[in-house]
Structures are given as C-alpha cells and as structure tokens.
C-alpha cells in the first residue's frame, strides 16, 4: 500500500498535465477560430447550391414543309447564318411565280390607267371642239330664219346637236376626272394596286426563303429532334443552339445569407469540373424577383394549415468574366461553388440592359425589295418615277 500511493499521485499529475494541455489546444483553436472568422470568413458568403446558366435558343421552322435535308446536328459547333435544315420548297416557289406574275400584270394595268389620261384629255377637247362647232351652227341657223332661209325643223336640229354636244362634253370630263382620281397623287410605283401586289410579292419571297432554317446565332447544337422526310408545321421546334460565351452562374443563397449581399461586389467560382486549380472572377448582378419555391412548377401552399417551415433559397445572378470562360469552357448546368465577398457596400452599377440581336434574317427584306423594283422597272416603261408619271398625266411638276 505505501508503494502505491507515489504511481497514483504520478498518473493525476500526468493527467492533469494532459488536460491542461488539452484546454490550451481548444482555446488556441476558439481564438484561432474566432480570428479566423472576425478577420475573414464574416466577410464572405458561400455556396455549393449554384450552377452554369446560359441562353438555350431555340430553333424552330417559321413555314411549314417536308424536311429534305438536315446538316447540324447534336454537338457540332456552327455560325451565325449557316444553314441548318431544309425544306421542301416546290409550292412557295409556285407561289412566288404567281405573286410576281400578279405585280407585273398590276403594274402594266396601272401603267394604262397612266397613259388613259392623256386619251381621256384629247376626249375632252374633242368634245369641246364639237360643242364649238354646234354652237356655231345654232347661230348661223337662227340668224336665217327670219329670212325663211331655214326652216324650224333645221333649228330644231341644230338645237338638238347642242344639247348633245353639251351632254358629250360633260361625259368625256367626268371620265377624265375618274380617271385622274386613280393617278393623282401616286405614281406607278406608289399606286394602292401595286403595292398591294408587291407585298404579296415580298410575302411569297419570305415564305420561299425560309424554307432554309440557317442559325440566328454561333454555338453547340443540342437536342436536334427533327428528322428526314418529317411533316412539320410552322412553329415546330427543331433542335436548340447554345451559345457557351453568353452564361452565367445562378447561385443560390439561403436567405439569412442575403443581408449583405449587394450588386456590383466580386464573386469567386470554383466550377467541380475542374476543381480550385481554375478559379473565375464574377460580379453579382442581380437577384431574383422571388425564391426558387414560389416559381417552381407547384409552389408551396404554406397557408393551408399543414405548415412546415422551409429555409427558402434565392437565386442570385453572376457575371463571369468572359476570357475566363474563354480559357476554361464551361456547359450549362454543370455544378459550381460561389464565394461573394460582401466586405462594403459593393460599387454603384447601373441598371443591367439586354440587347441580343441577330442580323441573319435581314437581307432577306432587302432580297424580296430587290425583286420588286426589278418587277416593277420591267414592266412600268417610263411611269416608274413619280416626276414621269405626273408629266405622262398632264400635272406640271414644279421646278425647286
């Protein structure tokens, strides 16, 4: 018993030690910790819940038809303006034919309303030459009938011719006049007929062409569901194109994270596909109008009297730098962690604009105006300008 007591007295001492030596490493972590947190990690906001986001454009055919041939499909980059899909185009080609058929007879029929008014003029002075000569002959029959030289069934003749005379005249100026009603104003080229037959014209063109789907943008083809020989309808969708240099990050943060989250302060992406080698510097850009939940597909009912309380996340969008994404590609929907540092009130921004534009669908208005004015100077001879018309139709142009 009197050795004993020395090895017990040795193991609490040592045990003691440990303990002391223990609390010292806790409370060296805590303060470590508490630094850690004071100095840095309260600065910082963070999420694993956040993913590529991007435009999806979506392909589909602006006139029905058989489809004849496909030449994109799943994967395969293509540009702006490269063809993707055809049509069969047998009945908008007969419909162009007819449209252009149908100008050019509307233009050679305003072309001889034109040129009627110069025979409706000559009309008019014809019948005046002749109320002249009646007139005359009137006078010189009832200057000798006091005389007995004519009789009164002569002057009643003559009497008669006036009358006719008078009534021609008034006929061959209201023709005039109908007929200038069609042309005044106007020109060939600017007559009510002709450009109702030039927009059917410019229609007929724009249907033949769009039997060609070409691409609005430059990017990945995906979800190609079009197939040979397929009966499609205006509208069907065809397949989508993703352009992978316009996206984004949505991250999404748990609401008690949002207090100090502004727009304009930097963010830090770490994408899983290729780990913290690759780091992406981002801006918060903006917030969503609303949590993930209230526009998911069935929102939550959370006034039903079954309630449980869910911690709501919000989207928040983020600006990634574009050489960044350049060097390092990146595909929607692939999973990424965003850091916002939140030290300050991050940098005055003004409100973000959108402007997507594509311009492969402008020559083709251009395509069918050319076609037009070729139809239209073909066949108006010399009405095709607003000066020739008016001096074909006896209006004097004023010198300027």
Known sequence: MSEALPQNGNGNGKRKRQLLLLTAVLIVVAIAFSLY????????????DAYVGGNVVQISAQVGGTVTSIKADDTQIVKAGQQLVSLDAADSR???????AALA????????TFLNNDTLSANVAAAETNLVRARDDLQRRQAGIASGAVSQEDLAHAQDAVKNAVAALDQARASLAANRALTDRTSVTEHPNVLQAATQVRNAYLNYA???????????VSK???????????????????????????????????????????????????????????????????????FSLLPAQN???????????????????????????????LSTTAT???????????????????NVYSDLGKQADDIVERIISDNAGGLSSPAATKKKAGIVVPHT
């Open 210 to 220: 769009r039997v060609n789907i070409v691409a609005p943008v430059s990017g990945f």
């Open 105 to 112: 007879q509307a233009v050679r029929q305003t072309r001889q």
């Open 303 to 333: 006034a039903t009297g079954n309630w449980i309380k869910v911690v709501q996340r919000v989207p928040v969008r983020i600006a990634l730098d574009p050489q960044e994404v350049q060097a390092h590609p990146l595909r929607i929907g």
């Open 37 to 48: 947190w004071f100095l840095y990690a309260r600065f910082y906001e963070e999420t694993d």
């Open 340 to 358: 916002v540092n939140i030290r300050g009130d991050g940098k005055a921004m003004e409100a973000a604009t959108t402007d997507y534009q594509t």
């Open 224 to 294: 190609r569901s079009v197939q040979l020989g397929q009966r499609i309808a205006a509208g069907s969708p065809l397949m989508a194109i993703v352009p992978l240099e316009q996206i984004w990050i949505d991250a999404n943060f748990k609401e008690g994270q949002l207090k100090h989250i502004r727009i304009g302060q930097p963010v830090e992406v770490i994408a899983d596909v290729y780990g913290s080698d690759v780091k992406y510097k981002g801006t918060v850009i903006g917030f969503s109008a609303g949590t993930g939940g209230a």
């Open 94 to 100: 007969i419909a162009l034919a007819q449209a252009e």
